[in-house]
């Protein structure tokens, strides 16, 4: 079984950057997907980002596009979420989550999820 663990969150000015971890133990092979998701108080919880294993390639919400950038580390089972020029409006725990099905991940119905880390971006 996949266990996912998520860190790195915290509390930051407007402006400033955090990078999030999510490591992952058990068996996960390349032809996972791995993503971060967010969910704000009083909001749902959405897409932020995600990092297809076979060919590395990434996908970026609009609300991150340019701002935030995911990577894998193989290596290590770590995928990174690197935040750039937080806005208060960044706020909200985070979530990773894998799934070998990109659909299923993108519909928040992926089959292993982290426990999440707090993002606070102050103004």
């Known amino acids: 079984e996949v266990q996912l663990v998520a860190s790195g969150g915290g509390l930051v000015q407007a402006g400033g950057s955090l990078r999030l971890s999510c490591a992952a133990s058990?068996?996960?092979?390349?032809?996972?997907?791995i993503g971060w998701f967010r969910q704000a108080p009083g909001k749902g919880r959405e897409g932020v980002s995600c990092?297809?294993?076979?060919?590395?390639?990434?996908v970026y919400a609009d609300s991150v596009k340019g701002r935030f950038t995911i990577s894998s580390d193989n290596a290590k089972n770590t995928v990174y979420l690197q935040m750039n020029s937080l806005k208060p409006e960044d706020t909200a725990v985070y979530y990773c989550a894998a799934d070998q099905d990109y659909s299923d991940l993108v519909r928040r119905r992926a089959d292993f999820w982290g426990q999440g880390t707090q993002v606070t971006v102050s103004s």
């Open positions: 990092i297809i294993g076979s060919d590395g390639s990434t």
């Open positions: 058990g068996f996960i092979s390349d032809d996972y997907v």
